[in-house]
């Protein structure tokens, strides 16, 4: 069975920094995207940040109130995709989730399948 496990997240205080860490679980042939989202209280969920594998391989794509602040990294070794979150403000409280489009392993032998996979989130608070 394929799942996305995220860490990292914590109490943080304003301006400081975490990284979050999202790895892929089970029988993976290839990743297409993986990615960042956030649903702060009250809101709907929100891109954070994405990396493209395969032809557009590092292209990343940022909203545009993290820019300049995160950075999403991605080890394809590992299928493994980080989140380092810097000068961290209140505003970027949130439950955070790691998404990921990718190829895996089928339920019958030999076989495979693409899903797009949700990880369970991790709370990431920012306050003094």
């Known amino acids: 069975q394929v799942q996305l496990v995220e860490s990292g997240g914590g109490l943080v205080q304003p301006g400081g920094s975490l990284t979050l860490s999202c790895i892929a679980s089970?029988?993976?042939?290839?990743?297409?995207?993986m990615g960042w989202y956030r649903q702060p209280p009250g809101k709907q969920r929100e891109l954070v940040a994405e990396?493209?594998?395969?032809?557009?391989?590092?292209?990343?794509i940022y909203a545009d109130s993290v820019k300049a602040r995160f950075t999403i990294s991605m080890d394809n070794n590992k299928h493994t995709a980080y989140l380092q979150m810097n000068s961290l403000k209140p505003e970027d409280t949130a439950v955070y989730f790691c998404?990921?489009?990718?190829?895996?392993?089928?339920?019958?032998?030999?076989?495979?399948?693409?899903?797009?996979?949700w990880g369970q989130g991790t709370q990431v608070t920012v306050s003094s």
């Open positions: 990396i493209i594998s395969g032809m557009d391989s590092g292209r990343t």
């Open positions: 089970g029988t993976i042939f290839g990743i297409y995207v």
């Open positions: 998404n990921a489009d990718l190829q895996h392993s089928g339920v019958l032998p030999g076989t495979m399948r693409r899903s797009n996979l």
